[in-house]
């Protein structure tokens, strides 16, 4: 294969549906035409083109083009984006500003060609031109791609993933369908593919762009909990999205059914329709469950009663009768759901529960979905607890992109009981992982709060569950004597039943401060964390204080308190280094959460005493150095764990002053302050306040507006799940056989 660059001077042909273009490429030494697939080619463009040379019967010698891709691109965006990416060393947002503003889309060429102009922008010197053409020729393939795909709102990180998909092959693959990237690359969806899809001229109505549309649907309704969605919603939806026949969007459905990406479930009259992981989950969770409900279990040969009494001698307690309720069906029973809101007595119910079962050595496993709230079983128990991934022993396949379990039916885990907290937060996808891996005969205790917000992904387990009425459960409703005095506790079961709350006791740990407008919100919470809390409760501002919000968007969303924030908890400082990252200042010391599960992100003590990896959504953890040189910034968690992140994985962190109630679930904080204002009504609910308020261990700050208040209180609906276990379970329980209906339409 040869390379030619050059501009195009002229297009003379372009078949707007196929693609095929004939135009004359100019260079320094000649003018020829090329021919080949290029639908976005546009005149003034200065390409590089790869391919051989033909001779046509009529028009003579001509340049067949395999692949192309942009030298300079046809706007400034895309230059400024790959400049100010963090790809090229020695530039930033501000230095790639000022380089742009002074040779505008001669940028690339006068980097490429001229180096040493670059002295005539102020700050640049001979060091530092060095460093940038260095870089600069280092990422060449990858340099083109950005340039490319920028204006389509694609990231530069984004960008990397997709180098590293398809190496230099990536512009042919999007040309030729830019719907394997919403398929293929995870973390670009069907929107942006669409939005290239119709730049390069693909027809509304192919097939490629129906399918893709409909599982993007499914996809999207999956982050709203939903493990299904009924057929009417979903051709109502994809045709919102696609703007297509119902008739076109029912015949992809078919076809993608026929391909097993899809599955059609008939319930009464209804279709129902699946992603085909989502109902192999569902089916599985259902199936299993039963499985362990109705397995036979070993017999301890015990006297319970008398078991409690030695445990309640031992350890100086007195349980009351739901607890002592729920250690017996623990005991007598395959499954078990323990439930219960703050102060009714989980804790110790679950304590004596391990105590009886070591007593009489059989071996306990303890688990919880998040590393914090595995952290936080293991400091109530004195025992160890996994996060979910651990104990199921991630592993990836052998090409590192899908991750699977270790622990699963065939290799199961070794435990004679199973017991899992903080179960309102799994979803169908990671309960149908766990229960593949619990051997039949093991006793599982699923322990939570069913008033909690669901989980964040598909499914509503523990309320399904619950609501089957078809495994055993106990609802622990006392609230104890010790737990009384806390109006944490007494106000979480007044939220609970809807009841007005009882704040501002003095002496007491549940406050509530008016303030009608944004701009007063805002400044009381900066005041309270940045001084009063820290000052009157001898608090530790970063680590003690955490602020709550409902929304992202917004004066008093996350997105927004964090950059406030910021500003006052983590000043900048001479001695502080700092990098900025896409409208993002990330400065030794701030504090950081990871958002998303990373199960083979290596991490180590700072002695290098100890190593290991895994970093989960909802570690928080703080700035601990920065390497410019390097690029990566280093985050310690846990106080004992270091982690490398690379300039190209920073949309794994993000600043976590203030994070939302849904990230903060199944962690603990002594202090949380909540701003009371204006959100859309789902995000004004009695569950998302319950959740945040239940969050403090020892105070609760509540600032903003009465009126939200009481209609948090008051709004006691919850955003309906498509799930259909409970159903499922029922149905299994009469019939034995689960629904399996694979119909057309």
């Known amino acids: 294969m040869e390379r030619i660059e050059g501009m195009i001077s002229d297009i003379v042909f372009k078949n707007e549906d196929n693609g095929y273009t004939i135009a004359h490429l100019a260079n320094e030494k000649d003018e020829v035409v090329i021919v080949g697939c290029m639908p976005t080619l546009a005149q003034g463009e200065t390409i590089e083109v790869e391919g051989k040379w033909v001779n046509h019967k009529l028009y003579g010698v001509q340049f067949e083009v395999n692949k192309f891709m942009p030298v300079t691109p046809s706007s400034l965006e895309g230059i400024y984006v790959y400049l100010s990416s963090g790809m090229i060393h020695g530039i930033g947002e501000k230095m790639a500003k000022r380089i742009i503003d002074k040779f505008g889309l001669e940028t690339l060429n006068v980097i490429q060609s001229t180096p040493e102009r670059l002295k005539e922008v102020e700050g640049i010197g001979a060091k530092k031109i060095e460093q940038i053409v260095k870089s600069y020729e280092e990422n060449r393939d990858l340099r083109n791609i950005i340039i490319e795909l920028s204006p389509y709102g694609i990231t530069p990180n984004y960008c990397l993933k997709i180098y590293k998909k398809y190496k230099d092959k990536a512009i042919e693959v999007i040309n030729k369908n830019p719907y394997k990237l919403a398929e293929e690359i995870r973390g670009i969806g069907f929107k942006i593919a669409d939005n290239i899809a119709s730049k390069i001229g693909i027809d509304k109505n192919s097939k490629d762009r129906v399918s893709q549309g409909i599982l993007y649907s499914l996809n999207q309704a999956s982050l709203s909990g939903h493990t299904y969605l009924p057929k009417d919603v979903l051709i109502e939806n994809s045709r919102n999205l696609l703007d297509v026949s119902p008739s076109i969007i029912e015949e992809c459905i078919m076809d993608l059914v026929y391909d097993q990406k899809l599955h059609i479930e008939k319930r009464k009259n209804e279709y129902l329709i699946y992603l085909m992981t989502y109902y192999m989950s569902e089916n599985g969770v259902c199936k299993q469950i039963i499985k362990l409900s109705q397995a036979k279990i070993e017999d301890l040969n015990i006297n319970i009663d008398e078991e409690i009494r030695k445990v309640e001698e031992d350890e100086e307690i007195k349980l009351a009768n739901k607890q002592i309720s729920a250690v017996k069906e623990a005991i007598n029973s395959g499954v078990v759901v323990i439930t219960g809101g703050p102060g009714t007595g989980k804790t110790t119910t679950i304590n004596t529960i391990i105590k009886i079962f070591e007593n009489n050595n059989k071996e306990v496993v303890l688990a919880a979905p998040t590393g914090r709230a595995a952290k936080r079983m293991s400091e109530t128990s004195n025992k160890e607890a996994k996060t979910i991934h651990r104990l199921l022993e991630m592993g990836y396949t052998t090409d590192s992109e899908e991750l699977l379990f270790l622990k699963n039916e065939e290799d199961p885990i070794k435990a004679d009981v199973v017991i899992i907290d903080e179960v309102s937060m799994v979803d169908i996808l990671l309960m149908y992982s766990l229960l593949k891996a619990i051997k039949l005969g093991t006793r599982l205790i699923l322990v939570g709060d069913s008033d909690q917000l669901p989980s964040v992904g598909a499914g509503n387990v523990l309320g399904d569950i619950i609501n089957s009425e078809v495994i055993n459960k106990v609802r622990l409703n006392e609230i104890f004597r010790q737990a009384q005095e806390s109006m944490i506790v007494v106000n979480a079961h007044r939220i609970n039943s809807g009841q007005p709350l009882q704040l501002n006791a003095k002496g007491k740990d549940f406050f509530f401060i008016r303030k009608n407008t944004s701009e007063e919100i805002m400044s009381e919470i900066i005041g309270l964390v940045n001084e009063r809390l820290p000052k009157f409760y001898n608090l530790d501002k970063m680590k003690d204080i955490q602020v709550l919000s409902s929304m992202r968007k917004g004066d008093l969303g996350v997105t927004n308190l964090n950059i406030e924030l910021q500003k006052y908890l983590n000043k900048p400082e001479q001695y502080k280094v700092e990098e900025n990252f896409s409208k993002r200042v990330f400065r030794v010391a701030d504090k950081v959460m990871q958002i998303k599960n990373n199960y083979t992100k290596k991490w180590e003590t700072e ?44 949309d794994e962190i993000e600043h976590s002053f203030c994070t939302t109630i849904h990230k903060s679930q199944g962690s603990e904080f002594p202090v949380i302050v909540i701003p009371i204002t204006w959100a859309p009504p789902m995000l004004l609910s009695r569950n998302l306040l319950y959740t945040a308020v239940t969050r403090a261990k020892k105070l609760v700050v509540l600032v903003g507006d009465v009126k939200y208040l009481e209609y948090m209180i008051k709004n006691n609906r919850t955003n309906e799940r498509y799930s259909n276990l409970a159903y499922k379970l029922n149905k299994f329980k009469e019939e034995g056989i689960l629904l399996n209906n694979n119909e057309g339409f």
Do not use: A, P
């Open 607 to 650: 002695d290098g005493s100890d190593s290991g990896e895994g970093i989960y959504n909802g570690d928080i953890g703080y700035i601990y150095h920065i390497d410019k040189d390097k690029k990566n910034i280093y985050v310690l968690f846990d106080d004992t764990k270091i982690v490398s992140y690379g300039y190209d994985e920073l």
